[in-house]
């Protein structure tokens, strides 16, 4: 994204709304990266390339919370 990364992204919208339920996606396999996703609120993280049956997973997932 030629704005920001995802991880600010995520910080602002958490700012808006703070119960946003959200699924980082990235190509991303840092560690640190990771952390600081679940830091600013991520409830998962799924990386790039992706079959759709882990992001179907992880969303059925939470709704079962």
Request: net charge positive; hydrophobic share 50%.
């Amino acid at each position: 994204m030629p704005e920001m990364n995802g991880i600010e992204l995520l910080k602002k919208l958490k700012e808006i709304k703070p119960n946003l339920e959200a699924i980082m996606i990235t190509a991303y396999k840092d560690a640190e990266k990771v952390v600081e996703a679940f830091r600013v609120g991520a409830y998962d993280c799924i990386f790039k390339p992706f079959n759709l049956k882990y992001l179907r997973n992880a969303i059925m997932a939470k709704m079962l919370e």
